[in-house]
Nanobody, 125 residues
């Protein structure tokens, strides 16, 4: 059974940091890119960051560049999203997903076939 389990969300003050983890099982982890998406109430789901199968290529949406860092440990079947200098507008449910996007920069949600259940990130002002 394919599983992606996010953890690490929580409540943090603006300017603070969180590290999200995405633990995968049930498939060959390093055959897939992993993306982080987020969805705030009343807003569309947004691609935040993506990392290629071996970790050699990464992508960040403009609003998180310089603040978020994605990484993966294929030996542990885990992807991380280090989030620094958090802002209230980063508040959302964050999901990780496994897929085969054309490039890490495209991050089309339809390219990701397996999704986690999400973890809530709340940034207070």
């Amino acid at each position: 059974e394919v599983q992606l389990v996010e953890s690490g969300g929580g409540l943090v003050q603006a300017g603070g940091s969180l590290r999200l983890s995405c633990a995968a099982s049930g498939f060959t982890f390093d055959d897939y890119a992993i993306g982080w998406f987020r969805q705030a109430p009343g807003k569309e789901r947004e691609g935040v960051s993506c990392i290629s199968m071996r970790g050699g290529s990464t992508y960040y949406t403009d609003s998180v560049k310089g603040r978020f860092t994605i990484s993966r440990d294929n030996a542990k079947n885990t992807v991380y999203l280090q989030m620094n200098s958090l802002k209230p507008e980063d508040t959302a449910v964050y999901y990780c997903a496994a897929g085969v996007p054309l490039t890490v920069a495209t991050m089309a949600a339809g390219s990701f076939g397996s999704w986690g259940q999400g973890t809530q990130v709340t940034v207070s002002s």
